[in-house]
């Protein structure tokens, strides 16, 4: 399977994993209930009880559309792990745990944004080193790419089982030969996902985090009705870097992962400008919090990324030196 079709299968899998293909939402008829402060869309399943009064009105008017009884869930500063019976395994496992630092974190310092912010970073740094051991797998695969191209035209033809069970065995041997994870590249995305995904739903869950502000923006607005309804111009900034960061981010992953097979390297290259656009206009629909996440979590990738060629680079010409002086000492040796 492609890589790409890998990262996809991820997306939708996390999607579903979620419960985004359910409802969630606080409906007015069919139409989902906004606050409309911020734009943002409320949830059914809020860990704590808003402390904002307009907030409350709203929730106490569609209580009974709650999934737990709006009366007794605990104030935000009050909330515990064992607060709420979690509805399932995601839940217990990622969103109230993740939820219940980042309100930690926030109360200590005083603000919820830079919790977030934080909190991104430091699961970054907790995962630098399988960021490390994919960026060597995608190098290791540009390597073996020549080798695995030879096997792939060595039994193109050939479909019967004997061929094929041959084709695997040599191409098992090239990955064992240049220390190749067959699913190595694609761990981070299994990893990285699902975190996203938890990091959106502790924020959309916990009225604590996305009625405070960061740099005099409420976290919980987006950046639509920012800029359309209250002119804050300091929108476009996060905008902007929502999609540059993004775009550094996704480019050196693309040119980590180049694999030499231009038909899989063109494929890479339309699922780059698909993401790069999608982003780019779901932008607009991120709630601050999230934004200032992805904008903190893809800088860090892009300054990684920097340091981990930087350190490739080292290691080459450390290799390039010390070649040439053990084939010196040979000569004389002779």
Sequence with gaps: MKKWKVVILVVIASVFLTGCGNSNYILDGKKPVENEATGQVLQKDILCQPEDKELDELYTKYKDQTKIKYDKLPKCADFKLNSNKASGIWEGIFVKPLAFIILKLGYLINNFGLAVIIIGLAIRLILMPISRKTMKQSENMKK?????????????????????????????????????????????????????????????????????????????????????????????????????????????????????????????????????????????????AIALYWIATNGFVVIQNYVFKKLDERENNKDVIIKPKKEKNKKKGK
Aim: glycine content about 4%; overall charge positive.
């Design 144 to 288: 073996a790419q020549p080798e695995l191209a030879r096997i792939e035209k060595k039994y193109a033809n050939k479909n019967d089982n004997e061929a094929m069970l041959a084709k695997s065995q040599e191409m098992m041997l090239v990955y064992k030969k240049y220390n190749i994870s067959p699913f190595g590249s694609c761990l981070l995305a299994f990893i990285q996902l699902p975190l996203f995904f938890a990091f959106l739903q502790a924020i959309n869950r916990t009225p604590a985090i996305f009625e405070d502000k960061f740099l005099g923006l409420t976290l919980g607005k987006t950046p639509i009705v920012g800029l359309l309804e209250y002119h804050e111009w300091l929108y476009i900034v996060i905008i902007l870097l929502i999609i540059l960061t993004t775009y550094l981010s996704f480019k050196n992953a693309m040119g980590a992962n180049n694999s030499g097979n231009p038909e899989m390297d063109k494929q890479m290259q339309f699922m780059f400008k698909f993401m790069i656009i999608m982003i780019s206009v779901a932008s607009l629909y991120l709630s601050t």
